[in-house]
């Protein structure tokens, strides 16, 4: 009892339904031969050539029923193929409608309405977080800027005039080395709060666009890093739509910052086009590259924000990100988002 569970919860219905047909045929033809034999032992001869037509017979009518059970079984395998390229993390993989069984349509029909919603559902509550998190990215960078980082100036510059008095009127050298210290953190602290702000919400984004804040962070991020970077940019000379700007500048930048963190590369190609109605941004290294079906198919707590976020913010604006990848041979991300204005720019 416990193996015919243990079997029927291991074996698919594919499986099962064959082994049910072949059974029958098995035993069909079984009770044939056995019929067979007992006319032709009352008959006193027994022609072996019938008994190979009967086996024969019975080949090719376990073949015919493979075969059957094969195409009409397929639209449950397509079922399955499309839910398994979703548990991959491909959330665009919807289930064609193969012509067949209607149960199995309804499923389908189902499973296709599920996912539909499932991701609507996740699109907005990405937007969501998305849209909160750069609020508050750039709430903060303004209070960094306008609060801590004034009153650290100002200590700053407080310091070195109290420094500069203290050398002159003969104050005790120990004192001294202590203001300079203190100052010296202070210098620190504000350099280290400008690079927080930057990090939060470069303000050459805002100040100056999307350009501009690329090649920024480029410069402080990559090169400091040790990599070689090739900028090109074509077709960009207007400022875009404040929420393009900002979808793009942070999918790129999470491209680069995981070639700086992730690739060990020796270069970096950052791309910047628009044409045909289209910008496309693109992130090639040539670093050591990753499986990237394996990565984005690991459960979530088992894997960074990063690929997951870049898919989201160009979502959306209506765009996507490809992210080609294999061990050994670098990576490269290209996001491509549709331009507001039908590419009136150069
Ligand atoms: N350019 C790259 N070269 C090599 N491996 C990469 C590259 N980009 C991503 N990866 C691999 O893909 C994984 C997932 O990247 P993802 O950006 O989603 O997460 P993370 O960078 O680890 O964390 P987070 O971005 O949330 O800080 C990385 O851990 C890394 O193994
Ligand atoms: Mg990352």
Redesign the pocket.
Known sequence: MRLLSYLHSRTSLFTKVLVANAAIAVIGATCAVLIATHFWNSQEHAPIWEFGLIAVGLVVSLGVNYALLRVAFRPLFTLHATLDRVRRGDFSARVPMVPGDPDIARVSEMANLMLDRLAEHRQAVAAQILRAQEEERKRIARELHDETAQSLTSIVVNLEAIERQAVGSGVDEALCERLHLTKEVAQRTLDETRRLMMDLRPSVLDDLGLVPALRWFINHRVLPAGLEADFQVSGLTERLPEELETALFRIMQ?AI??VV?HAKAKTVLVRLHREHGEITGLVVDDGQGFHVVHTVGQPVRDR?L??FGMQERAALVGGKVVVESAPGRGTTVRVTVPDRRGGDVR
């Open positions: 999470e910052t995981n963190k960074g990063g690929l």
